[in-house]
């Protein structure tokens, strides 16, 4: 295991958003510090107050289904966000392992991407869609956060209303400090939910990318021998061939040993994204139907208002995941065909002895799960989609009658 990152060290990774982010919010260690302790328990107090708040106000409005869905919709939201964090947290000391391990997988192909344009722009072009998706994503949850936590003072200002859950039992007393402290929970909770899905979504898309990159160096393996005049003996021209199917041999074995170095390090991946995935698996199925709910038969503006913007992100960060893992799968499909498309036909026996090696493999679907039980791709998606909307259909029957 690798030593913690420092804040300096940290400049240098491809993660430095991420890392940086979830450090500032108190989850990922860079060094030991007081002021680090505290911010995590601070944040893991937040959530826990938080869900043990919803959890009085459903018992306080059970029976009342409109009231109850949309407390539940918190209750589950802050829930997942709690469980996450308690994951994170369990051994932190592994996610310094994880950067430390992208970096070093990302450098074993930076010098082909310095000498082919081609391969630096895709290395350059995930990079810039990691930043871009991480920051943007980010803001959005945030701005939702802001929605939550202001629409009870702009619509109800003179009913003392709170942003997330009322207080049946105390009828909303120290209204100004509960006011603070559910704003605060929940942009803090919400923002290392969010954090921490970025980070697995932006660590598969440059595994993804390292991919591509291996499947072009695949590709780009020629028998560039040239034309051989005239003048050129017969012994001359075979040393030349001979020099010719070394450096083709060499290159694949650097290419084979690039790829197995992908399988170890999405291996590790897959072990600690594994719980945290299908923590937001299980909930988000059930969050995104108490939304949708909420926005069609509530009749408090203010709630269609909150649950229909929101009703995006339960589904998003789902579909991050799954749009995420899939480029890794189908990335590591065309790995095989890559290895195909390479001068194989002309080259020498020992060459298509080990390219046999990286096709077989690369033929094996390589797919990310949700507590090592549920594949994450495309078909994923669809079907937690679908089961939502089948929660909801049963709400709704139930609200009718």
Known sequence: MKDNLSWAASGNSVLKLNIRHLSLLGVWELGESRLLKFQSTFAFGLGLWGTVECVLAVYCIWGDLEQTTLVLLITFTCGSGVAKMAVFLYDRRQYNSLAHQLDKLLSLQ??????????????????????RLTLGLLLFMLSQSFLWNFVPLL????????????????????????????????????????????????VMILV??????LGQRLVNLKNDVGIVGEDKSVSEKKERDSKTG?????????????????LRFVAYLQDIMSPIAMTQFALSVVIACMALFQATFSEEFS??????????????????????ANNVTAQAEAVSVAAYNSSWVDASERFKRALRIIVSRSQKPLVLTAGHLYPINREAFLTLVNASYSYYALLSQMNSR
């Open 155 to 202: 619509v109800y200002p003179e009913e003392r209303r709170l942003p997330y859950v009322q207080h049946q039992w105390n009828n909303n007393s120290l209204y100004e400090l509960s006011y603070a402290v559910q704003g605060l929970s929940a942009i803090w909770v919400s923002q290392i939910s969010f954090g921490v899905d970025c980070l697995f979504a932006v």
């Open 110 to 131: 930076s010098d082909s991407c310095s000498e082919d344009p081609n391969l630096a722009a895709i290395s350059e072009w995930s990079r810039r869609k990691a930043a």
């Open 208 to 213: 993804a990318a390292q991919l591509e990159i």
């Open 303 to 324: 709630a269609v208002l909150k649950c229909a913007s929101f009703l995006p992100i339960p589904g998003g960060q789902v579909y991050l995941y799954c749009w995420a």
């Open 246 to 262: 070394e450096t083709m041999y060499d290159d694949l074995c650097l290419c084979i040993e690039t790829h197995q170095e992908i």
